[in-house]
């Protein structure tokens, strides 16, 4: 079993968010932009990145193409398929309901 | 990703590694781009290894895995137990084998479509009602004018093909001394054209050939002579060869595999219809009618065109009709056609053996069964001996799924390697099987290629049956609780009353099979024993055809010429053999009253021919030398009882209607069999073999049989000489066909002994399967409670109660077994009913054989086992636990 990320499970969501606004990226590109856009504070480890980007090609949510860089060797372009488009609906609306029961228990209690 | 680019990533498992190492290289290097350092990277990684195992789809590389260690686990258990494991391979194999072999012959008999374009869409066109002696059926003949007449009428919604009955014949290449028999097929010239065939040699006939009666004296020959007869010569175009009086020359060779329209028999040479006698008849069914249908047209409006056409040819027809019962003519007259699929070709053989065939394929599919319940039997022995590892696995995390598989591939395992020995077997069995369905010098001929249907039905076989024995021991295995197996008191009694429920189903089976099998051995041998009230013994018939029809006297020369040869005792002559197939009948007034409504046989015979047949002469004289045809006439029994209500009929005359010849009765014979071995025997009029016309001059004749006694009982040994002696006693004499009497009389229950001999090899392997079967439970059931019995006999248990504890409840299983059985015999023989002769289902030899069998095999196969039972020595079983 892969050693659980330090993303508890938002991991998917955030990859295909990114995905979603900028298509056609790597998978450094992935890591690095998460990195970016959360301030530094969240970071992928690659460690996981790259089976769960293989896990969601399997699921068909996103597909891939290898392209060849300039330094001559070849990368993988990701990008989102129609059905990850929907399962990005379905992890945002799960993920708010989650943060805002979290919320909710913090008010509370 | 898709099941298939899983299947594919397994196979590329190579490749898939080295794209994800070269993704994760890119990403190094990215990384580098951006100042990191590399080793921290990698770090960030961890090993490459890893990465692949998570990466691809693990759950796929996991189960390989998993079946792959199955695989492996799963020989090793055959391997552990390699008798129970042969019994079962073997006994799965012989009936997989004969599964396939049956397939085969279904396949290539009734199911392969012809190699021809739109053989989906084929029909054939017969008649359906009561025939002429007022049995129902369904002929397939149809006359060659209405042919035509149908044609015109259909043709913006059908094609309509015109095909004789594939016919041996004789024809020469060179002289007329070397005859040769072929196959052949009268054919309408554009069947070629609407079946799509290319020639693979020269030119294929067309619709020109249809055109002119007689003026189309072009033969196509089918590939597959083209091969055995000429070497696949080229040069066979143009060559000419003499069938009777015509000369025909070869123009063509029609591309492989296309060999006639009829499954059973390769066609050899086509030849236009026009070149047949009967296209100018309104009277001769000669052809059958294949009609193909354009596509997306209906059969139904087709049909009833047809029928139209068809009333109106039959009513025309009736008109001409004399001397004929009213009753027979409104028969006649109430026939309709009706089309019937015929994408795999019409045969004769096709239309007789599909009962045939059919019964034997349930027969098989039913020991297939039995085969199988033998084997989840002793798979659900073997897992109740396995219980302790399979609870073992359970507890160290095995989920259900992960047994169920396990078991499943040690079933496979089985299953596969009786495949391939059962494939073995179908290899050898299934042209045995055809090579024993026609008389031997005149074999039929079914190609059985090995192709993908054979191989999927294989296949499929084999799955289904891996997952029917399999799936209910496996599903068993995986039900185990842990807990309780590993304390060793699981309950047994699931597992026995499963074991005992196969028990059950596979006597069932037996009982039917043995059921079955012993009608048709019945069947065999009542006909085979039938009286047929002539001598078969030391008779040999030597079928003779002349160049141009000869005077009958030059035939009687002929004989008193085989006369003279040593080792023959009588010389008759015959326009046929009795029972070879061929008959002559017609409606017959006896004293001037009106036409009887059954046919009478005739047959011409020379004088001493009852005498050579040694068919007894009632009453009366035989045949003179002077007495022809017309004018006098020899009848049987049959004849006497028909016409004359048993008088004497001696000097009495009667007439034959259809030409009003009139026959005076000379002498009466005992009855002899003339058509088969079914019916009752046919009021048959023998009639001198001289024949006069209307004029009263003595008439020629083309062809006849020569009825030769041999004094050894070997009569075969003569033929040569004989068939040496009739061309030196007349040069225009060629012998086309020498058999025996015996030969002639066997060949009509040719398919009863193949039935009864296939269905009693059946039945041996069945009663086989069933008492292994037994023997196995028995045995595993005395094995699990040898501590009971072991304690019952310390205490002071009789042998006869141990015997009566072991049996008790197997043996209620065996007889509610055999009850099924019965009921499913009772409802079985109504679909076999046209295959039987003089045998009830319901005869009490009919229903004693197979259970008495039954029971006495159910009896060895559990003495072994009460035996053991009661031998079981109480102190060291006890003591062992």
Not at chain 2, 447 to 460: K, Y
Not at chain 2, 571 to 582: F, K, M, Q, R, S
Request: aromatic content about 8%.
């Amino acid at each position: 079993m892969p050693k659980p990320d330090s993303l508890q499970g938002s991991l998917d969501l955030l990859v295909l968010k990114i995905l979603s606004r900028r298509p056609r990226l790597h998978g450094y590109a992935i890591m690095s932009a998460i990195q970016a856009m959360s301030g530094e504070v969240l970071r992928v480890e690659e460690g996981s990145l790259y089976p769960a980007l293989h896990r969601m090609e399997e699921a068909g949510w996103i597909r891939a193409e290898w392209i060849t860089k300039d330094t001559g060797r070849r990368a993988r372009m990701y990008e989102l398929t129609a059905a990850g488009k929907k399962q990005l609906g379905a992890e945002e609306s799960r993920w708010q309901a989650v943060t805002s029961a979290v919320n909710r228990v913090l008010r509370m209690a | 990703m898709s099941l298939w680019s899983r299947i594919i990533n397994v196979v590329r498992g190579d490749r898939l590694n080295r794209e994800v190492d070269e993704e994760l290289e890119s990403h190094i290097e990215e990384a580098m781009g951006q100042g990191r350092d590399p080793a921290e990277v990698r770090r960030a990684f961890g090993s490459a290894l890893r990465h692949r195992e998570a990466s691809r789809d693990a759950k796929l590389i996991v189960w390989l895995e998993s079946l792959r260690a199955d695989a492996v686990f799963g020989w090793r258990q055959l391997k552990k137990s390699k008798i129970t494991s042969a019994a079962a391979i073997l006994s799965l194999a012989l009936a997989i084998g004969a599964c396939i072999s049956a397939f085969r012959l279904v396949d290539a008999l009734l199911l392969h479509p012809l190699p021809v374009a739109g053989a989906d869409r084929l029909y054939v066109a017969s008649r359906q009602g009561l025939s002429f002696n007022g049995i129902p059926g369904t002929f397939d003949g149809t006359e060659y004018p209405l042919f035509q007449l149908m044609r015109a009428t259909v043709k913006d919604q059908a094609e309509l093909i015109a095909v004789s009955w594939a016919q041996r014949v004789d024809l020469t290449y060179a002289s007329d001394q070397e005859t040769e028999k072929a196959y052949l097929q009268y054919v309408s010239g554009h069947m070629f054209g609407t079946f799509g065939l290319q020639p693979a040699l020269g030119r294929l006939l067309t619709e020109n050939d249809d055109l002119r009666p007689g003026a189309h004296p072009y033969a196509v020959l089918s590939h597959d002579y083209w091969t055995s007869r000429f070497g696949q010569d080229p040069k066979v175009i143009g060559r000419t060869f003499r069938m009777g009086t015509g000369l025909y020359e070869i123009v063509g060779v029609v591309e492989s595999p296309f060999t006639g329209t009829e499954p059973g028999t390769v066609t050899d040479i086509f030849l236009p219809t026009m070149m047949h006698e009967g296209v100018t008849h309104a009277d001769w069914s000669w052809i059958r009618t294949l009609v193909q249908l354009k596509p997306g047209v209906a059969t139904e409006p087709t049909c009833e065109k047809l029928q139209a056409n068809f009333r109106s040819f039959q009513g025309e027809r009736a008109k001409g009709f004399t001397g004929i019962p009213k009753q027979k003519i409104q028969n006649f007259l109430n026939q309709r056609i009706v089309l019937e699929p015929a994408a795999a070709g019409v045969s004769d053989l096709e239309r007789d053996y599909r009962p045939s065939l059919t019964a034997l394929a349930i027969l098989v599919a039913l020991v297939l069964l039995i085969a199988c319940a033998n084997v989840a039997n002793l798979m659900t022995a073997q897992a109740a001996a396995r219980a302790r590892e399979m609870a073992l696995r359970i507890s160290i995390g095995a989920g259900r799924s992960r047994l169920v598989q396990l078991v499943l591939i040690e079933g496979a395992w089985i299953a596969l390697l009786a495949a391939a020995v059962g494939g073995l077997f179908a290899w050898w069995s299934a042209p045995f099987v055809v090579s024993r369905i026609n008389p031997p010098d005149n074999p039929a001929r079914v190609f059985l290629p090995a192709d993908w249907r054979v191989l999927g039905f294989a296949l499929a076989l084999t799955l289904a049956v891996t997952f029917l024995f399999g799936l209910i021991p496996a599903l068993r295995a995986s039900a185990i609780k842990p807990a309780s197996a590993l304390k060793g008191g699981e309950d047994p009694h699931s597992r026995r009353r499963l074991m005992r429920a196969l028990i059950a189903v596979q006597v069932a089976f037996c009982f039917l099979v043995l059921f079955v099998a012993g009608l048709f051995v019945t069947t065999f041998d009542r006909l085979s024993h039938q009286s047929t009230g002539f001598s078969a013994e030391r008779l040999l018939t030597l079928d003779t055809v002349t160049e141009s029809p000869q005077a009958s006297a030059f035939w009687d020369q002929v004989a008193d010429h085989l006369r003279t040869v040593p080792g023959v005792e009588k010389v008759a002559l015959a326009g046929w053999p009795l029972l070879d197939g061929n008959g002559w009948n017609g409606f017959v007034s006896a004293s001037g009253a009106p036409p009887s409504p059954f046919l009478a046989y005739f047959l011409s015979v020379s004088p001493g021919w009852a005498e050579t047949m040694k068919i007894p002469l009632i009453g009366g004289r035989d045949f003179l030398v002077t007495d022809t045809s017309p004018g006098f006439a020899i009848v049987n029994e049959a004849f006497a009882k028909a016409y004359f209500n048993g008088e004497n009929p001696l000097g009495k005359s009667f007439e034959k209607t259809s030409d009003h010849t009139r026959f005076q009765i000379v002498g009466v014979v005992s009855d002899a069999r003339y058509r088969n071995m079914r019916e009752p025997i046919t009021p048959t009029a023998y009639v001198p073999f001289h024949a006069i016309d209307a004029s009263k001059l003595l008439m020629n004749q083309g062809q006849a049989t020569f009825i030769v006694r041999t004094v050894s009982p070997n009569p075969l040994a003569l033929a040569s000489t004989l068939g040496q002696e009739i061309p030196r006693a007349r040069p225009e004499f060629r012998v086309s066909r020498i058999r025996t009497q015996l030969e002639i009389n066997q060949s009509h229950t040719v398919r009863e002994r193949l039935l009864a001999m296939l269905a009693l090899f059946f039945a041996v392997v069945a009663l086989l399967l069933a008492g292994v079967g037994l023997y196995g439970v028995l045995h595993y059931l005395v094995l699990q409670r040898r501590r009971e019995i072991g304690i019952r006999i310390a205490v002071g248990a009789q042998a006869r109660s141990i015997a009566r504890l072991v049996t008790v409840d197997v043996f209620p299983m065996v007889l509610m077994g055999g009850l099924a059985g019965l009921g499913l015999g009772m409802v079985s023989v109504r679909y076999i009913e046209t295959l039987l002769y003089q045998v009830k289902a319901t005869d009490l030899a009919m229903l004693a054989f197979p259970s008495l069998t039954l029971l006495a095999v159910a009896l060895l196969a559990a003495l072994p086992a009460v035996i053991r039972a009661v031998r079981t020595d109480p102190v060291a079983m006890l003591r062992a636990e």
